[in-house]
């Protein structure tokens, strides 16, 4: 389901989110690897990011190839995404950890696994805002 607005509020977030929990067993997204095309999970996907002309999505394991672009990616997934540079959109949900750099990109590191991916500057205070609303519900 897509939804078109204006702006991504609150209320836009929220019908996401509870649309998305309504069908827990059908948020799979089609990757490729090798020739195979795999369904996945949309809760086991760590981020996606562009590598040269690809999109890439990794789970804690693997690594897939995508079709989509990233922009297509931010229109159609969960509440749960963020984009958090121009060349990557993270799950909210398996963040572990925020390295602040004053001067760079800071890095985000993932529960259970080591890879790590960068959220630019101009993300980073959407991203702690974003992160603080989820923990609030905890």
Known sequence: MIIRCRRV??????????????????????????????FVPLDEILFFETEGKHVQAHTASRLYLTEHKLY???????????RISKSTIVNLE??????????????????GTPKKVYVSRNYYKALIERLGEKRRKL
């Open 94 to 111: 398996h963040i572990y950890s925020i390295t602040k750099n004053l001067t760079a990109s800071s890095a985000v590191a993932f529960y």
């Open 9 to 38: 509020d609150e209320a836009i977030l929220k019908l996401q989110q509870d649309i998305s929990e309504t069908e827990p067993g059908k948020n799979c997204i089609a990757l490729q690897d090798m020739g195979t095309s795999y």
């Open 72 to 82: 297509e990616l931010e229109d159609c997934l969960p509440g749960s995404f963020m």
